[in-house]
């Protein structure tokens, strides 16, 4: 039986030559994906909420997945509606989403993994939403190396994408390189097996299943199609020319400076030189030079033109031409605009994009650097929002939901938040305006832990105060350090965050650091099928817990041996056999009774 990697490695191999495959209904009967799945979903916190039925990743065993198979390899199996709960955003109105059944996200975490590694070769290199080694900053980052000189933004948004996706048109994009109908009736059967809201079924007509672990991807192929048609038909058709006519204006003056320097008349070479840096030195409204860039995440896209704001115009009326009539999708009027690149900021991704302009900034060679180049920066109503959280009236205030934490999760809850926001702003080049965020924080931080603590934020100050040495300097930061018994200490601070901007730094994200090293010890452990309590062999299960914090019963001396094995292991797992499992599930569990059972039944 070929390992799971093997498989995808092939199918990524016929995805980069671009050819279809087939028998891909086959591939899921391969038990190794699904331990490749349930290894990625089962720490996600939403695998121990149940959706329309109890079941969640508690419970996990080799018994459940046969099951699966056996199901898909009589085609038995049937997806189980989504129970629907609704989120809410921004703006202040809430989003539907769906939870499926444990059981629905191991299959599709299985499809996904195929579908990513068969299209993710042949995807745009202009989308990056929802898609490996890709995010937010690295969409924002190709708009600084393509966006300069960009004279009119198009800040695209699709109304309702997700909801309005065409059922037909997704199965006829997947049927153009999958030629295998039972794996597309099988994807059929998901899109139209409806959500469970208030406890009564509904149908789904459109879209893609909200919350679903496939949605992604399946959303990303219908939308490739858009990315396609603006590489091929709208790119070549707005681009033209090699580089700008040099613009008569400048001509006429560098060219009388230099005459006048030949003369001898240096006084008036040197005005003539100010006048001509006031001017473009190229022709701004050069008919035979057009540039067209393009950038999508998600549903939101950005489009830069280098033309007049007629041809940007007519760019965005044929991408609204394009979504009704191929993919049956609308923009929305009310997100979507033309903004001069210049004069007003685009908004994309929580940032403001604008063109910078300065004729008095030079670099060391005398030549005007900054202009045209594209500027992030953030917005202050992202600064003001962030601040609202911990002021009232207009000052900083202490969060009482907070007080009753220890002094050590206090800050830590502080720095988490401050320090979020400034990774993501920190190709922002006005990143400094964040120091107002950092100190309306740390005003809240220091009441919050005088209110705790019953003293003045004075005293507070006096004995967390202190500086670190970081990598980007030294930092004046609030400092607290647990003690623990033959153990090292717990230190966690707030501030310390670097707030220059540098727009070549790497993003600091844990995801990059993760490396895939085969199976994960959870599945290894499934794999020894053997309980780590009692030391059965048959009917082995996955005991799944939210947090380890749910088993630290304080101010109880005798906690069950289940309990005091994961602790002691730090995870919030525990492989044990049906018989041990129900009697943890139902409190009835005496490790040392059990283990004297199974002692004498083995006699």
């Known amino acids: 039986m070929r390992t799971a990697e093997t498989i995808l490695n092939i199918i990524r191999r016929r995805g980069q030559r671009r050819l279809p495959i087939e028998n891909v209904y086959r591939l899921l009967y391969n038990p190794d994906l699904y331990l490749r799945a349930y290894a990625k979903l089962n720490s996600n916190a939403g695998a121990m909420t149940p959706g329309a039925t109890k079941e969640t990743v508690d419970g996990m065993s080799l018994e459940k997945i046969n099951a699966i198979i056996d199901a898909l390899r009589y085609e038995r199996y049937r997806w189980t509606p989504a129970r629907r709960t609704y989120i809410p955003k921004k703006n202040g109105k809430l989003r539907p989403l769906g939870i499926p059944s444990w059981s629905d996200k191991l299959l599709q975490e299985v499809i996904r993994s195929i579908l990513e590694a068969y299209y993710e070769p042949q995807f745009s290199e202009h989308s990056h939403g929802f898609r490996p080694k890709r995010g937010c900053h690295t969409a924002l980052k190709e708009i600084t190396q393509k966006g300069r000189a960009t004279k009119w933004f198009i800040e695209g948004d699709i109304s309702a994408c997700f909801d309005r996706i065409d059922h037909t048109i997704l ?285 003045t934020c004075q005293k507070i100050y006096k004995r967390y105060h202190t500086t670190i040495d970081t990598k980007d300097g030294i930092y004046k930061v609030l400092k607290v350090l647990v003690e623990r018994d033959e153990k090292p200490p717990l230190i966690t601070y707030f501030g310390g965050v670097c707030l220059r901007w540098n727009k070549w730094v790497e993003i600091d994200d844990n995801q990059a650091n993760h490396i895939w090293n085969g199976r994960s010890e959870v599945v290894q452990r499934l794999l020894a099928q053997e ?28 906690r069950p041996e289940w309990m005091i094995k994961m602790s002691a292991r730090k995870r919030k797992t525990l492989v044990v056999c049906r018989q041990c499992h129900e009697k943890i599930q139902y409190g009835r569990y005496d490790g040392e009774t059990l283990k004297r059972k199974n002692y004498w039944k083995a006699k």
Not at 259 to 284: C, F, T, V, W, Y
Not at 543 to 552: M, S
């Open 531 to 558: 309980c780590e309590i009692c030391g059965a062999t048959d009917n082995i299960e996955v005991h799944h817990i939210r947090k380890l914090a749910d088993i630290k019963q304080k101010g109880c001396k005798e």
């Open 171 to 455: 199965l006829k994009i997947l049927q153009e390189k999958i030629h295998d109908n039972r794996f597309i009736r099988l994807i059929k059967g998901l899109l139209d097996a409806g959500y469970l809201e208030n406890w009564k079924y509904n149908s789904t007509y459109s879209g893609v299943p909200q919350g679903a672990v496939v949605s992604p991807i399946l959303s990303n192929l219908v939308l490739d199609k858009l990315d396609k048609y603006v590489e091929r038909e709208l790119i070549p058709a707005n681009t033209r020319g090699l580089r700008r006519s040099v613009y008569p204006p400048y001509r006429d003056l560098t060219k009388a400076a230099s005459i006048a320097r030949k003369a001898g008349n240096l006084e008036e070479a040197r005005k003539l030189n100010q006048q001509a840096q006031l001017i473009p030195s190229r022709d701004p409204n050069d008919p035979n030079f057009r540039r067209l860039w393009y950038t999508r995440y998600a549903d939101d896209f950005l489009l830069g033109v280098v033309g007049s704001k007629s041809e940007a115009v007519e760019i965005k009326q044929k991408i609204a031409t394009f979504l009704r009539d191929e993919l049956k999708l609308e923009l929305s009027d009310f997100k979507t605009l033309i903004s001069h690149a210049r004069d007003e900021a685009a908004k994309f991704l929580g940032y403001e994009i604008h063109i910078l302009h300065a004729d008095d900034k030079h670099d060391h060679r005398g030549q005007r650097c900054i202009n045209g180049s594209v500027g992030l920066r953030v917005p202050k109503s992202v600064i003001k929002d962030h601040c609202a959280k911990y002021m009232h009236s207009g000052k900083p205030i202490h969060l009482t939901q907070r007080v009753n934490d220890d002094t050590y999760s206090i800050v830590s809850q502080y720095q988490a938040e401050y320090r979020g926001v400034v990774q993501y702003y920190r190709m922002a080049y006005n990143l400094h305006t964040l120091s107002k965020l950092k100190r309306v924080a740390e005003l809240s931080l220091v009441k919050t832990l005088a209110k705790k603590l019953k003293t």
